[in-house]
């Protein structure tokens, strides 16, 4: 997963360049399934990392890359998705 075009701050340079070279490089190590998630939504994000989970269930190994911003609240860890109004404190959950 990356994020780099924000809707409310300014963009990030380096996220898919990031995810791409990961990516690539789990398929090169024989990962069966590789998803490649650029600049999701809230609800885009949330039903991609839905569907991961249900995938991973039975897997060996299992993967999350994420590279965009993120943010810790109260011992909680957010990935901040192209559409959030960060100043609100409530991003949902998966």
């Known amino acids: 997963m ?5 809707q409310k701050v300014p963009a990030l340079s380096n996220p898919k360049h ?24 809230h609800e885009k994000m949330v039903t991609a990392l839905r569907k991961f989970g249900d995938e991973a269930e039975n897997a060996d190994w299992a993967l999350v890359y994420y590279a965009g911003h993120g943010i810790e609240m109260g ?3 957010y990935l901040i998705p192209v559409d959030a109004e960060l100043g609100n404190r409530s991003f949902g959950s998966i």
């Open 2 to 6: 990356a994020t780099l075009f924000y």
């Open 18 to 41: 990031d995810a791409n070279a990961v990516a690539r490089t789990l398929r090169a190590i024989g990962f069966d399934e590789v998803t490649l998630e650029i600049d999701d939504s």
């Open 75 to 77: 011992g909680q860890n």
